[in-house]
């Protein structure tokens, strides 16, 4: 109930007072009492939102509900040649189910919806997130229409156990309905399995309705009462929220709101961020940095940001040295990945690999003068008004001073003399 509760508060729901227990027909094997113990008509989570990004474009999806009922048992198909076992080892374990409206209209934002609700709900610690175990499944209900029109009939795919099977099936029964429709037929309501095998759905069952469960008040669990000052203590235990963080790091960071909220998709990669910010004070490089090269890195040898080989502390060194002009972007990625791959300190990287930045104006102008006098054509270009004549001088002054020249400096120094 606890867990319900907090889950609630996370996403703005109202906090039922009084929530009542029912018993839900359910003539199946995996559940040989022959009901399920659920909510039907009282939730004890009502309403709420989750909020999310696909690409830069943030949606929101309402929920209808979140209530607490009991799991039912497995059944296993794969493993028995004509025949079908059962496991009921999880038969009777408590869960939340989270109801949305039909806000969704892709794969792509079903996907972000349900990766959104699995950050939130091992953030809060009210769920281990292990999908190939069952901690967290997905029932996707899909249907077609024509703009404008009204919703289509949906048929629902059950317990999709990954994000990738959730994207493929959703894909292949938006292509499978409007190719029924196109080709004359009606789309029954149904309930749906996802085969990854063959990458399709096929009909399990034809889809009840809540009358044909036969929802009742169950006789013997008596009405769950929750008081405020319930309500107010597991507030008050309540860790951070994401999108309270998300927006503490716009506010105190200064951070795009697509920044904030991607970085605080773990509890572990927005302590690295703050922790690296705090230390340099460069709080968009430093995101930059995570969300870039860190998080390539980190996909490619499939590790968590708390077992990256480069620690905050040194991110922040380096992207301190970026600061200070005494390195530039190019050069710090090869310090970056001398900190990946044999770790070390940054500035003493930066000295043996000779990567600090010309910043003795003396020695660039030289330079500059020499590059100047060696392309009098791209110097004539410029002063007539062709600007992507710099492109051509630019080159050379770099490649003159072996890439340490600073190219804000380079650019500054240039354009004095070319304009002068």
């Not at 390539?296 to 992207?319: F, T």
Request: hydrophobic share 40%; charged share 25%; proline share 4%.
């Amino acid at each position: 109930v606890e867990r319900a509760i907090e889950f609630g508060l996370a996403v703005n729901a109202h906090i039922a007072e009084r929530s009542i227990f029912a018993r839900k027909n359910y003539f199946y094997p995996d559940l040989p009492k022959g009901y399920q113990i659920s909510q039907f008509e009282i939730p004890v989570v009502q309403g709420g939102e989750v909020s999310f990004f696909v690409g830069d474009e943030k949606k929101t999806v309402r929920l209808v509900r979140a209530h607490l009922e009991e799991d039912a048992g497995k059944s296993l198909h794969e493993d028995f040649i004509g025949q079908s076992g059962i496991d009921l080892n999880r038969a009777g374990t408590p869960l939340l189910e989270i109801v949305t409206e039909p806000d969704i209209r892709s794969a792509e934002e079903a996907v972000a919806y349900a990766k959104t609700l699995h950050t939130l709900v091992t953030w809060l610690g009210i769920c281990d997130g292990n999908m190939q175990e069952g901690s967290f499944r997905c029932d996707a209900n899909v249907s077609v229409r024509k703009p404008g029109a009204a919703l289509g009939t949906r048929r629902e795919i059950k317990n999709l156990n990954s994000f990738k099977f959730m994207q493929q099936a959703i894909d292949f029964e938006v292509r499978w309905q409007i190719e029924q429709i196109e080709d004359g037929h009606a789309i029954q309501q149904a309930t749906v399995l996802f085969d990854p095998d063959t990458g399709e759905t096929r009909a399990m069952r034809t889809k009840e309705d809540a009358a044909d469960y036969r929802y009742f008040p169950d006789p013997d669990l008596p009405p769950l009462v929750i008081g405020r000052d319930w309500v107010a203590r597991v507030q008050s235990e309540m860790t951070e929220l994401p999108r309270v963080m998300a927006a503490r790091f716009v506010t105190d960071y200064g951070l795009p709101e697509y920044d904030a909220t991607t970085l605080t998709q773990s509890k572990a990669m927005a302590a690295y961020f703050e922790a690296a910010a705090k230390a340099c004070g460069q709080a968009k490089l430093v995101s930059n940095w995570v969300m870039g090269e860190m998080s390539r890195r980190l996909n490619a040898g499939e590790v968590g940001i708390e077992n990256a080989s480069v620690s905050a502390a040194q991110l922040a060194a380096m992207i301190g040295r970026i600061a200070d002009n005494t390195i530039s972007n190019s050069a710090a990625k090869q310090v970056f990945d001398a900190l990946w791959t044999e770790g070390g300190e940054v500035d003493a990287i930066i000295e043996a690999k000779g990567l600090k930045q010309m910043n003795d104006t003396g020695a660039l102008e030289a330079i500059i003068d020499e590059v100047l006098a060696a392309n009098p054509k791209n110097v004539e270009e410029f002063r007539a008004g062709n600007s992507k004549a710099l492109n051509g001088l630019v080159g050379p002054i770099m490649k003159a001073s072996k890439g340490k020249a600073n190219p804000a400096q380079v650019n500054e120094l240039l354009l004095k003399k070319l304009q002068g």
